[in-house]
T-cell receptor, first 116, second 114 residues
Framework: AAGVIQSPRHLIKEKRETATLKCYPI?????VYWYQQGPGQDPQFLISFYEKMQSDKGSIPDRFSAQQFSDYHSELNMSSLELGDSALYFCASSPIGSGLSTDTQYFGPGTRLTVL | AQSVAQPEDQVNVAEGNPLTVKCTYS??????LFWYVQYPNRGLQFLLK??????LVKGSYGFEAEFNKSQTSFHLKKPSALVSDSALYFCAVRDKTNDYKLSFGAGTTVTVRA
């Protein structure tokens, strides 16, 4: 079965650089979520999109922005990177349905970002 | 605000013994509860969820979880653990309001020894 695809899988950047993470949801999934997992921590919600519109926002720094495109893939743009941004970034998608809050989120393998 | 707590950082069991990973929740309304497992350098894999109905939920890989409203718990169980079940387990919750995000517990590292 098709899964959520994230690219790149690994990314190394210097402080103050920018990074773009991409997420391709499972086919026919229209909702995308981004989470950040720091070392030894639980995933923290950043932002989500439903039908290409931002649906919810969590603890996402102002230096980060995201969008969902017409083909439902999403990109997380990160600027002025800081050492503390080093983390595993997960994308998850959930299927089209009437009960949005009950839908299961399926996670991608993550992008490991290292800021030096 | 919604939250879950996983009181144990680590659980160690012998292969073939029962495995229980504890989770308690706090939400203002009816909870939607999920269990995910994370293997090293891998993404989160969905195991099971409770939305409504039967309090005993069966999921992937022989796991099940019991929803207990009076104790606000949603413990994950497996009757006979395997070495391959060694991983990091996360409990997560969403409440019934229009709030899409998952709130995760701190995670429990399960080690199953041969």
């Amino acid at each position: 079965a098709a899964g959520v695809i994230q690219s790149p899988r690994h990314l190394i950047k210097e402080k103050r650089e920018t990074a773009t993470l991409k997420c391709y949801p499972i086919p026919r999934h229209d909702t995308v979520y981004w989470y950040q997992q720091g070392p030894g921590q639980d995933p923290q919600f950043l932002i989500s999109f439903y039908e290409k519109m931002q649906s919810d926002k969590g603890s996402i720094p102002d230096r980060f922005s995201a969008q969902q495109f017409s083909d439902y893939h999403s990109e997380l743009n990160m600027s002025s990177l800081e050492l503390g941004d080093s983390a595993l970034y997960f994308c998850a998608s959930s299927p089209i349905g009437s009960g949005l809050s009950t839908d299961t989120q399926y996670f991608g393998p993550g992008t490991r970002l290292t800021v030096l | 605000a919604q939250s879950v707590a996983q009181p144990e950082d680590q659980v160690n069991v012998a292969e073939g013994n029962p495995l229980t990973v504890k989770c308690t929740y706090s939400v203002s309304g009816n909870p939607y509860l999920f269990w995910y497992v994370q293997y090293p350098n891998r993404g989160l894999q969905f195991l099971l969820k409770y939305i409504t109905g039967d309090n005993l939920v069966k999921g992937s890989y022989g796991f099940e979880a019991e929803f207990n409203k009076s104790q606000t718990s949603f413990h994950l169980k497996k009757p006979s653990a395997l070495v391959s079940d060694s991983a990091l387990y996360f409990c997560a919750v969403r409440d019934k309001t229009n709030d899409y995000k998952l709130s995760f517990g701190a995670g429990t590292t399960v080690t199953v020894r041969a």
